[in-house]
């Protein structure tokens, strides 16, 4: 009985160890507009995740930027290179690594379209 309490002890911190390491991502669009810089709406933004053994780039999940311009993307895996495609073209301009920041976000440079 002791024995099967820390076993399942032990699996739940395993388990849990892997979920604290997800991290989040968050950006905002924006648009320039007469000298104003506007929050872009309602504007799909592509995750794509570098594959190493693929030697491409797999697009893994979209996200749609609300009201205020923002997009966020949830429970990544930390070190894993990726760049966003907007409006059919990549962003930014060197891809970024997912860092490990839980439970916080990763802070993405805005992008101006």
Known sequence: MKRTFIFILFITLILSSRIVEATNLRGQLIRNYNGQNYPLQQTRV?????????????????????????????????GVTFCLLILGRYYPAQPLMVQDNSPYYQDLPLIST
């Open 46 to 78: 592509d995750l794509l995740f570098w594959n190493i053994q693929a030697q491409r780039w797999d697009d893994v999940g979209f996200a749609i930027t609300g009201n205020d311009g923002f997009y966020y993307f949830v429970n990544l895996s930390p």
